[in-house]
């Protein structure tokens, strides 16, 4: 009888680490012009910020529409990188809120309004995972704020994102890098808006994400 020898399972090849780069290089440099220009800034003109070639662009994202849902998440994860960091600080639950408020503004997330509604796969799997650990930590930084009686109870998770959104929109016509000093002070207005007790209550209801994905 003879015996059948399992051949060795293969090895899935690690990328190269200049590969990693470039890819890198184009997601940062499509971010910024995305920040700077809107979702529909020419791909020749990110692979010349990112110093690569054309063609090295379209090895990594085949279409706009993949450029543009990594960058989505992109944003997203070091979104949620800066709530971790919030989530791992003891003390004052209110300021790590407020520190990841403004860390979230320098993430540029309001970049991805106009992405996020441009007509691109909504439920991908690699933008749910991404959106879902989003909303999770940044609900769980909020809960910690209102556990600890800090966070007026009438504010939701969409209401903070919202604001730093808006917030961190540089004004129609108006240079974006220019506009950045008027950021973290505005933030800071909106901040001392959310500290328990609240002063006056709100009108409507608080908002969610689920009501944000909403068409």
């Not at 990693?20 to 791909?43: D, K, Q, S, W, Y």
């Not at 320098?106 to 879902?132: G, K, T, V, Y």
């Amino acid at each position: 009888m003879s015996t059948v020898t399992a051949s060795p399972p293969r090895k899935v090849p690690r990328p190269r680490a200049d590969a990693v780069r470039n890819r890198e290089r184009i997601v940062t440099a499509a971010r910024e012009m995305f920040v700077e220009h809107g979702p529909h800034v020419p791909l020749d003109d990110i692979a010349r910020r990112a110093g690569v070639g054309n063609a090295t662009v379209y090895r990594n994202f085949p279409d706009r529409e993949a450029l543009v849902r990594e960058v989505v998440c992109s944003v997203m994860d070091r979104t949620a990188e800066a709530a971790e960091v919030a989530l791992a600080e003891t003390g004052d639950a209110f300021a790590a809120l407020e520190r990841f408020v403004h860390a979230s503004a320098d993430e540029r997330i309001s970049a991805l309004c106009p992405m996020i509604s441009s007509a691109f796969d909504q439920n991908h799997p690699d933008l749910e995972a991404s959106r879902e650990r989003l909303e999770r930590l940044v609900e769980e930084v909020m809960d910690r704020a209102a556990a600890a009686g800090q966070l007026r109870p009438d504010v939701g998770v969409g209401d903070v994102m919202i604001a730093v959104a808006q917030l961190s929109r540089p004004p129609a016509g108006s240079d974006c890098l220019h506009s950045d000093r008027f950021v973290h002070r505005l933030l800071q207005l909106f901040l001392d808006g959310l500290r328990a007790p609240a002063r006056s209550a709100l009108p409507g209801e608080a908002v969610t994400f689920k009501e944000l994905r909403k068409p």
